[in-house]
């Protein structure tokens, strides 16, 4: 961005202010991510800038408007943020035709047009009417939704070719921190891996061995549960049955891959040897022969918790994503509490990613302890284990395709 002037330019800004909310009152729990853009809402003082962004996914309880995050955005630049309940409609259009410079509005949550949901490449992605419609009003499409940058959909990478495509302070920032953990690696490197996303972790820990990144994967939270499971250890129904609706539809391809890692990486993969059961919301440890136990497992146990920590304390490089267990409830809370307390007393590089986790390294106030906090779960794991981030490829393919442009829009500063 700091190479573009883009005053008096039309901005097409994709972020990922994707944030928890209150399952009932459905306010922020954080809004890290809110506050993470406004270095790049800064560079774009001067321009009309229409934001595109998303919350959470159809079908779950976060799923909602964009209008709390314009709200949100707004108190924290001190600036009005217009919103328009539209994305690519006459009433999106009608409001970015009227805007002056200096402006800010934000659109819609992008997840509820049909277009976002669209699997495809850049060209079908391209051709759809929402990128069609934004693209003939904008000068300059600006990613700064690291976050995203391993979903290949339309707000990503459709303006590829249509208009120049340029990376926003927070893209870079986040792909040099990144960068820094991957160009000197210190040995051990661990990946401790949990959370309910299991079908994008299971992958990210493929990649990770497969590429010889991750000396050991500890598997914590529903991906260690994937792995018992795999391994013929009986969890019981509710385990089971709360694992196939995380893996959304991909439960096959989730044991398959779980399968293949356990065959190949046998010793590179950690599991916990005891877990805590919820009995009518109390905390019971329990070694895994205890399981089935008929109640789910909701953290580590005592002893994983123990091996865990120390593991980390004596890495060289430390990759975390998502809790180990269901950290709302203070009784379950001390796996995924001890995790961070160890990442931030070792020595070792320290990478957090994830919603949550990141979420809960900024409330305890430890984010000065660790080597990266990242805005990114999924896309900063995909980006670590070497996966090429589809945000990334269009900003790469979009600068070859618009260099020129890029150098006119420069030399007018
Ligand atoms: C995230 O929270 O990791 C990003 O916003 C991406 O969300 P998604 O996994 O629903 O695509």
Same mark, same amino acid.
């Given at each position: 961005?700091?190479?573009?002037?883009?005053?008096?330019?039309?901005?097409?800004?994709?972020?990922?202010?994707?944030?928890?909310?209150?399952?009932?009152?459905?306010?922020?729990?954080?809004?890290?991510?809110?506050?993470?853009?406004?270095?790049?809402?800064?560079?774009?003082?001067?321009?009309?800038?229409?934001?595109?962004?998303?919350?959470?996914?159809?079908?779950?309880?976060?799923?909602?408007?964009?209008?709390?995050?314009?709200?949100?955005?707004?108190?924290?630049?001190?600036?009005?943020?217009?919103?328009?309940?539209?994305?690519?409609?006459?009433?999106?259009?009608?409001?970015?035709?009227?805007?002056?410079?200096?402006?800010?509005?934000?659109?819609?949550?992008?997840?509820?047009?049909?277009?976002?949901?669209?699997?495809? +490449? !850049?060209? &079908?992605?391209?051709?759809?009417?929402?990128?069609?419609?934004?693209?003939?009003?904008? $000068? *300059?499409? @600006? =990613?700064?939704?690291?976050?995203?940058?391993?979903?290949?959909?339309?707000?990503?990478?459709?303006?590829?070719?249509?208009?120049?495509?340029?990376?926003?302070?927070?893209?870079?920032?986040?792909?040099?921190?990144?960068?820094?953990?991957?160009?000197?690696?210190?040995?051990?490197?661990?990946?401790?891996?949990?959370?309910?996303?299991?079908?994008?972790?299971?992958?990210?820990?493929?990649?990770?061995?497969?590429?010889?990144?991750?000396?050991?994967?500890?598997?914590?939270?529903?991906?260690?549960?994937?792995?018992?499971?795999?391994?013929?250890?009986?969890?019981?129904?509710?385990?089971?049955?709360?694992?196939?609706?995380?893996?959304?539809?991909?439960?096959?391809?989730?044991? +398959? !891959?779980? &399968?293949?890692?356990?065959?190949?990486?046998?010793?590179?993969?950690?599991?916990?040897? $005891? *877990?805590? @059961? =919820?009995?009518?919301?109390?905390?019971?440890?329990?070694?895994?022969?205890?399981?089935?136990?008929?109640?789910?497992?909701?953290?580590?146990?005592?002893?994983?918790?123990?091996?865990?920590?120390?593991?980390?304390?004596?890495?060289?490089?430390?990759?975390?994503?998502?809790?180990?267990?269901?950290?709302?409830?203070?009784?379950?809370?001390?796996?995924?509490?001890?995790?961070?307390?160890?990442?931030?007393?070792?020595?070792?590089?320290?990478?957090?990613?994830?919603?949550?986790?990141?979420?809960?390294?900024?409330?305890?106030?430890?984010?000065?302890?660790?080597?990266?906090?990242?805005?990114?779960?999924?896309?900063?794991?995909?980006?670590?284990?070497?996966?090429?981030?589809?945000?990334?490829?269009?900003?790469?393919?979009?600068?070859?395709?618009?260099?020129?442009?890029?150098?006119?829009?420069?030399?007018?500063?």
């Amino acid at each position: 961005m700091s190479d573009v002037d883009v005053a008096g330019k039309t901005v097409l800004l994709r972020v990922d202010i994707n944030s928890p909310m209150d399952p009932q009152t459905k306010e922020f729990l954080d809004v890290t991510r809110i506050r993470a853009i406004i270095p790049t809402m800064n560079k774009l003082k001067s321009a009309k800038v229409v934001i595109l962004a998303h919350q959470s996914r159809r079908g779950k309880y976060d799923f909602t408007s964009t209008l709390g995050h314009a709200r949100e955005l707004g108190r924290l630049l001190g600036r009005k943020v217009q919103w328009v309940n539209d994305i690519h409609g006459e009433r999106a259009m009608q409001a970015i035709e009227q805007m002056s410079n200096g402006d800010i509005l934000m659109l819609n949550n992008v997840r509820m047009d049909d277009d976002e949901l669209l699997k495809g +490449d !850049i060209s &079908t992605l391209s051709d759809t009417s929402m990128v069609q419609h934004l693209a003939s009003i904008a $000068d *300059v499409f @600006v =990613n700064d939704a690291f976050a995203c940058a391993h979903r290949g959909s339309a707000s990503i990478v459709g303006f590829t070719s249509h208009i120049p495509c340029i990376a926003g302070v927070l893209m870079g920032k986040e792909i040099k921190k990144l960068d820094q953990a991957l160009e000197q690696p210190v040995r051990p490197c661990l990946a401790v891996l949990g959370g309910v996303k299991i079908d994008d972790s299971i992958e990210v820990a493929q990649n990770m061995l497969r590429n010889n990144i991750a000396d050991e994967i500890w598997a914590t939270g529903g991906v260690a549960n994937v792995f018992f499971h795999v391994k013929g250890i009986d969890i019981g129904k509710e385990n089971i049955d709360f694992l196939i609706k995380a893996a959304e539809g991909a439960w096959d391809h989730v044991v +398959d !891959i779980a &399968t293949s890692l356990l065959a190949n990486f046998p010793e590179k993969i950690r599991l916990p040897v $005891d *877990v805590a @059961v =919820n009995v009518e919301n109390n905390r019971v440890d329990i070694p895994l022969d205890k399981l089935p136990f008929g109640a789910p497992i909701h953290d580590l146990g005592i002893k994983s918790i123990f091996e865990i920590s120390t593991a980390i304390k004596n890495a060289g490089t430390v990759i975390l994503n998502g809790p180990a267990g269901v950290f709302e409830h203070n009784d379950f809370a001390l796996g995924t509490f001890e995790i961070l307390n160890a990442c931030a007393e070792s020595n070792a590089y320290t990478v957090v990613g994830g919603g949550h986790t990141a979420t809960l390294v900024t409330k305890r106030n430890l984010a000065k302890k660790m080597g990266h906090v990242s805005t990114g779960g999924g896309a900063c794991l995909d980006y670590i284990a070497g996966r090429a981030l589809p945000g990334v490829v269009s900003l790469e393919s979009s600068a070859a395709l618009f260099s020129m442009e890029l150098t006119k829009v420069t030399k007018s500063k």
